[in-house]
């Protein structure tokens, strides 16, 4: 088991299960049981722990809504409002992008 910085835009998280998306397949390399060490970006502080549960390397347009009930930030709970915050984070993100689904638990 490993354990990986993360960071978060807006780190908030509700308890139990949670998911965030990344652009591309780099955090294909979180496997299930590994520890997230979650932080906001720019920062080196520690705001929770979490276990990855799980991950998906699929399309964009593919993440199933019921999956986007459990997306951390609040504002990012359907395609929508994903899409302009992966903008924002992505400069040049777009829908034809694959993306990396991690499911994971806040400890």
């Not at 807006?10 to 965030?20: A, E, K």
């Not at 276990?51 to 399309?59: E, Q």
Request: charged share 20%; with cysteine; glycine share 8%.
């Amino acid at each position: 088991m490993q354990e990986h910085d993360m960071f978060f835009t807006n780190p908030v998280f509700h308890p139990g299960l949670n998911i965030t998306v990344r652009n591309g397949d780099k955090w294909k390399k979180a496997e299930i049981g590994d520890t997230l060490l979650l932080k906001k970006r720019g920062t080196d502080h520690v705001i929770a722990s979490a276990t990855v549960m799980g991950h998906a390397f699929i399309p964009f347009p593919l993440i199933p809504k019921e999956w986007l009930l459990y997306e951390h930030d609040p504002a990012c709970r359907n395609l929508g409002g994903l899409f302009a915050a992966m903008s924002r984070v992505y400069p040049g993100f777009s829908m034809l992008n694959r993306i990396t689904v991690i499911i994971f638990t806040v400890q």
